[in-house]
């Protein structure tokens, strides 16, 4: 049986094949890994350009008894607050919340396929998002960035580099689209 040189012929092929499409199975496998790596990579650097750092939150030195504290009494003076003043901060800070969120304006646009930076461009001013398309257009060839097509939420007024984030990043759904504009 193993004298015939057509067993030894297929045994050897189906070795060589066998291999080959382990070596084929694992590149994807590997290669899908690095993908999983690389997006939660991105998405950490996404998190700490909009402040969160990662990790353990840092106790707040006021939320610490004094027990654990470790200043010494000479150290800290607090000057005493009056009562008005007290109650103002938060009214103040609560107003300056609401002044913000009011001002946050998001918008919904739709990049379609084929649209190139110029209609693009004309279509964040429209929507009051950019305030100089020419200089949107100039941005996105310096950085060498083309916008993707799809539906993307984005701030109304967000400047150019908002804009520039937001159309070269990943588009909502179709879906989620629907969704928003139902609830405004």
Same mark, same amino acid.
């Given at each position: ?8 012929l ?14 084929l ?14 997006e939660?990579?991105m998405?950490?650097?996404? =998190?700490?350009?909009?402040?969160f750092?990662g990790?353990?939150?840092?106790? !707040?030195?006021?939320?610490v ?7 010494? *009494?000479e150290?800290t003076f607090?000057? *005493? ?10 009214v103040a800070?609560a ?32 929507? !009051? ?6 200089a949107?257009? &100039?941005q996105?060839?310096?950085?060498? &960035? ?6 993307? =939420? =984005?701030?109304?007024?967000?400047g150019?580099?908002?804009?520039? &984030?937001g ?5 909502i ?7 928003? =504009?139902a609830?405004q």
């Amino acid at each position: 049986m193993f004298n015939k040189r057509s067993f030894v012929l297929g045994l050897g092929v189906g070795i060589i094949v066998g291999v080959l499409l382990l070596e084929l199975f694992m590149l994807g496998q590997n290669s899908q890994n690095k993908l999983n790596i690389l997006e939660q990579e991105m998405s950490q650097v996404n =998190l700490q350009e909009e402040g969160f750092s990662g990790g353990e939150p840092t106790p !707040d030195p006021s939320s610490v008894p004094d027990h654990v504290a470790t200043e010494t *009494p000479e150290a800290t003076f607090e000057t *005493p607050q009056t009562e008005n003043e007290a109650s103002e901060t938060p009214v103040a800070d609560a107003q300056t919340e609401v002044l913000e969120e009011a001002k946050r304006v998001e918008r919904l646009i739709r990049i379609e396929p084929g649209f190139d930076l110029t209609k693009t461009s004309e279509l964040l001013l429209a929507n !009051d998002i950019i305030d100089n398309a020419p200089a949107f257009v &100039k941005q996105m060839k310096a950085k060498n &960035k083309q916008a993707r097509a799809g539906y993307f =939420l =984005l701030a109304e007024n967000a400047g150019i580099e908002g804009a520039v &984030k937001g159309v070269t990043g990943q588009p909502i759904s179709k879906a989620d689209a629907e969704a928003w =504009l139902a609830a405004q």
